[in-house]
């Protein structure tokens, strides 16, 4: 944490975890008796609880979105740079929610966590979850805080899946909807390279079929391979080439097979790195989440005609060099929204970062999200 | 509110679907959704312009028109489509006149006259483009690509089998005057048209 702090920081935050008695029901027909949520709050919920921001993490996120949990926290939370006095989702107007979902490994019930049934952890017998189910619970957990109606869902990415899909299955808990490098349906190319993530860890020989837990191992192979692939698509050729071109760790060729180019040592110490920290059934689990989700599917896939029940206005980003949903894919989102007749604004940020340019502030990009938040707070009136 | 803004805004009926290309900083659609209760969008590809906007609660969609058509909005799917002072800065203003029909049922266009004496008089007198308050550039850097009279939008109107429904010419601050109205294509700085399909 850096000394002084910020002032436009939430500083030291708190999760706290919520546990739910009462059974719920999910799209695969099977039921969690009880489960928990991890959760952080950012600001005040005013009197009306008319203030309610609710944050939706994307495939590998967590709860902490914003501030640090302790002074010796190296990095804040994913999305500090949006979350905070000051800032985009300002924290002195907003009461801002950050969760992590049904299935995640920072807390929340998933994989890793002990099946009431059997005492062990769950691992692969842990329901699949999809988007539709987070935002259930998500729902659940608003009236667990009093919030009637918040007054955004925003999300990138798998975030932006669920805050569309929030406009659809509560179209009157939420007024505006801010859906940021996201897309309404995974491509044929987008599937594959999660397949390729899952038999990468599903082909690991230490993942035993997800039971990995029980013989005290961990698939660090299988998912270091999910992680490099899957970062690769969050950047762009223009950012990988900014940040590494094709500089070696040593001044000339080696001829062998070791990690010579420094993009190569790069994304095999993220993918170590991650493999630590992140449950390999929870990545399976989320990446299958990201490929079930298809609000069209249910309405003839026809998006226009699964949008004509969303109450709620919308703001829909893209970034110039995301070419894992590219904006292209937010602009067939905008389209339906356009068809429906929603209410809608669009813009595509210039950005060289490829998908992960949501999570990093460009001038542009703050001053639309800041002009939305602003009247969204106005509406609320704070 | 400019003169040609309250021009058009009275040939909007309350609680039209309206779709403003290139809406500037929205001022005309925010009027609109407060006084006429009309719903819609615009589009617009000026950055500063498009925050504005978003700031102010009008429905903006960064779109340009040139490269991008309005191919992704429904036949028929507005009232109104509007296009204030954008006409002659398009690569094809027909096309742009066809598509605005298809996807409304009328159109208003707002453009400036080529054929304004002062400008008729400074080609005449100099020999070189001529220069204006309304048209503010050098020929080599004007946005205004396709600069036409109003006879010539006319005619185009005519080929194309366009019904003019209102025509209101001012002058360069949009004021309404007895002497454009007497010889328009002479004396009016900018028009208002207001158009549909004959078959409609």
């Not at chain 1, 020989?205 to 698509?233: K, W």
Request: proline letters at 5%; hydrophobic letters at 35%.
């Amino acid at each position: 944490m850096p000394d002084p702090l910020p002032t436009d920081s939430v500083g030291i935050v708190t999760p706290q975890t919520l546990h739910f008695e009462t059974p719920i029901t999910l799209a695969c027909n099977r039921t969690l008796e009880s489960y928990d949520l991890v959760i952080e709050t950012y600001g005040e919920l005013n009197a009306d609880a008319s203030n309610a921001v609710l944050i939706c993490h994307a495939l590998s996120g967590h709860h902490h979105a914003a501030g640090y949990h302790s002074k010796d926290d190296r990095k804040p939370g994913w999305w500090d740079s949006c979350i905070g006095p000051g800032k985009p989702i300002d924290t002195n107007r907003f009461f801002v929610v950050s969760l992590n979902n049904l299935g995640g490994c920072h807390g929340s019930t998933g994989p890793s966590s002990t099946n009431p049934e059997t005492g062990q952890p769950y691992g692969p017998d842990f329901p699949v979850i999809t988007v539709r189910d987070w935002v259930h619970s998500q729902a659940l957990l608003a009236d667990r805080l009093g919030i009637e109606c918040w007054a955004a869902v925003v999300g990138g990415s798998l975030g932006g899946m669920q805050a569309l899909q929030w406009s659809l299955d509560y179209p009157d808990r939420l007024r505006h909807a801010v859906v940021i490098a996201s897309t309404p349906r995974l491509s044929a190319q987008n599937i594959a390279f999660n397949e390729v993530a899952r038999q990468a860890i599903t082909s690991d020989r230490e993942f035993h079929q997800g039971r990995y837990y029980e013989y005290n191992t961990l698939p660090r192979r299988g998912l270091m391979l999910a992680r490099m692939v899957g970062h690769i698509t969050y950047l762009s050729d223009a950012s990988m080439g900014e940040k590494f071109g094709r500089e070696l760790r040593d001044q000339a060729y080696k001829f062998g097979y070791d990690a010579e180019f420094q993009v190569e040592s790069y994304l095999r110490y993220q993918g170590e790195r991650f493999s630590e920290s992140f449950d390999a059934n929870t990545y399976l689990l989320m990446t299958k989440a990201l490929d079930y989700f298809d609000p069209a599917y249910e309405h003839d896939n026809d998006l226009a005609k699964a949008l004509r029940g969303a109450h709620c206005e919308f703001l829909v980003l893209s970034f110039s060099t995301d070419w894992r949903f590219t904006p292209a894919r937010s602009e067939e989102l905008v389209n339906a929204m356009i068809s429906a007749r929603c209410k809608v604004s669009y813009a595509e940020i210039d950005a060289p970062w490829g998908h992960d340019a949501f999570l990093i502030p460009t001038p542009r990009y703050t001053a639309i999200f800041e002009a939305y938040m602003d009247r969204v707070a106005r509406e609320a009136g704070v | 509110m400019r003169t040609d803004l309250k021009i058009i805004e009275q040939w909007i009926k309350p609680g039209s679907h309206v779709l403003d290309l290139g809406c500037g900083d929205g001022t005309l659609l925010d009027y609109l959704q407060r006084e006429k209760q009309a719903t819609g969008f615009g589009l617009e590809i000026n950055q500063d312009h498009i925050t504005t906007c978003i700031g102010r609660g009008v429905s903006v969609i960064e779109q340009n028109l040139d490269t991008q058509g309005l191919g992704n909005f429904e036949d028929h799917t507005f009232d109104t489509v509007l296009m204030t002072q954008a006409l002659q800065a398009v690569r094809r203003p027909d096309m742009v006149l066809d598509e605005m029909l298809r996807a409304g049922r009328e159109g208003i266009v707002t453009f400036p006259n080529f054929a304004y004496w002062k400008l008729r008089w400074y080609l005449m007198r100099r020999g070189r483009m001529p220069e204006s308050e309304t048209l503010p550039y050098k020929w080599y850097n004007t946005p205004n690509i396709h600069l036409c009279t109003f006879k010539d939008f006319e005619a185009l109107c005519y080929r194309k089998g366009f019904r003019i429904l209102n025509r209101t010419v001012v002058d360069g601050e949009h004021q309404d005057r007895w002497l454009s109205r007497l010889w328009p294509n002479m004396l009016g700085q900018i028009a208002i048209y207001r158009i549909t399909r004959e078959d409609s």
